[in-house]
């Protein structure tokens, strides 16, 4: 049992309840997750530098590199820290100096590798095509054949600020016909969308643990063609901490991590790559969808409207455009007492709002979700317009 005074410490004062509330997460990641992962907390504590924890990093290893679609000439790179961290290590590792990269933006997270190429102090182009805007193959094709100084290509494949579905294997099959190198963020894809490492020509591809690979949060990844990653030796690292080089070469020959791991975030991890091999990727792209579905078919015939064309959408996000009397914030704030934890929008989307149907949800929780919903909307027209709700 734990102690009154000790819970009380280390519980936040509004999870403070007996039972503690259990929050539906709606948000894309981190997720609910399923209790053959939480249960892994329970494993005993390890010393990073004993054989048990090379096993468990090479197993994980091993094994998102198998969920990315890599096989033998692949492999993979784990790393502490949220996507972020592993995309970072990709993007200031693998860029030389006398090479560029180009970004194919259209949201918020190509927006995030723009700023981490400009932190860094690479040379960089960004091809805007606007937010909600599927990329256009022919500007791409057109800006590669007239500046061959652009080594690497950057894309995100499931633009989470939007829920966009970004075209890896086209975008795949146009940079290799180019002779360069493309540099997938699928953070929010791996685990649920169609990805292939092999057959989408993707050089580098970043992933991590707590979105559609229901794990938890703490930990990151990168999948890539050994042979490239043998070539980071040849780059001067731009970062210590970050080296995707150096963390390569510990976890590969050294049979060692070069820092001190996450490793209850690496058998979370573990545990849940098992249940996604064994679900598969398609079944879970299916399940997510399945959920998703059934949010947008109940939310439009309320007359709310998805911000994208399904044709676009990836299948475990949507953003939903609020009519005037329905503010973000209340919205937010009625289903959260409700139990139920939905997600806004970065600028310039502000005021939308976000579903996403990632991790172990049930259909009764969705349909549990849309009545709270339901209730929710009910209540703030009944209130009527309050000071400052009204649409500006
Ligand atoms: C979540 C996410 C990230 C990384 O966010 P972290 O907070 O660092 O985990 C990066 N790219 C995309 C597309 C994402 O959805």
């Known amino acids: 049992m734990i102690g009154r ?20 997460l709606l948000n894309p990641g981190p997720v609910n997750v399923d209790e053959r992962v939480r249960a892994v907390l329970r494993y005993p504590d390890v010393c990073h530098r004993e054989p048990e924890a090379a096993e468990l990093i090479r197993n994980v290893r091993r094994k998102v590199t198998a969920v990315c679609g890599g096989g033998a000439d692949h492999a993979g790179v784990v790393l502490a820290g949220s996507g972020t961290a592993a995309l970072e290590a990709v993007v200031s590792s693998v860029v030389p100096a006398d090479g560029a ?39 791409v094709d057109a800006v590669l054949a007239a500046d061959p100084g652009l080594t690497h290509v950057a894309m995100v494949q499931h633009e989470t600020s939007t829920g966009m579905l970004n075209p890896v294997a086209a975008v795949g099959e ?11 963020d699928a953070i929010s894809a791996v685990g649920a969308e169609d990805l292939d490492v092999v057959a989408d020509h993707v050089d580098w591809c970043v992933g991590t643990a707590n979105k559609c690979l229901e794990g938890l949060p703490g930990t990151s990844f990168v999948c890539a063609p050994r ?4 070539q980071l030796a040849t780059v001067p690292p731009r970062t210590c901490y970050l080296d995707l080089g150096g963390h390569y070469r510990s976890q590969e020959h050294a049979d060692a991590p070069l820092f001190t791991p996450a490793v209850q975030a690496l058998y979370a991890l573990d545990r849940a790559l098992d249940l996604t091999l064994a679900e598969t990727v398609p079944a879970r792209s299916r399940r997510y969808a399945g959920r998703a579905g059934r949010v947008r078919r109940h939310l439009v015939r309320h007359g709310l409207q998805p911000l994208l064309a399904a044709e676009h959408r990836a299948s475990s996000v949507t953003v939903f455009r609020l009519p005037a009397d329905l503010g973000y914030a209340e919205l937010h704030d009625r289903l959260k007492a409700a139990g139920f934890v939905v997600y806004g929008c970065p600028p310039p989307l502000d005021g939308l709002c976000r579903i996403a149907t990632m991790g172990r949800l049930s259909v009764a929780q969705i349909d549990a979700f849309l009545a709270a919903f339901d209730a929710a909307v ?15």
């Open 378 to 392: 009910a209540a703030m027209r009944a209130a009527g317009p309050a000071p400052g709700r009204s649409a500006g």
């Open 5 to 24: 005074t000790s819970e009380a410490g280390v519980v936040p004062a509004a999870l403070r309840t007996s039972p503690p509330p259990r929050q539906v």
């Open 227 to 230: 042979h490239r990653l043998d």
């Open 101 to 139: 990269l180009l970004v194919l933006h259209n949201g918020h997270y190509a927006e995030r590798v723009a700023r981490i190429v400009e932190v860094h102090g690479i040379a960089r182009r960004r091809l805007e095509f606007g937010w909600t805007r599927p990329f256009d193959l022919d500007r």
């Open 174 to 184: 146009l940079v290799a016909r180019h002779g360069r190198s493309l540099l997938v």
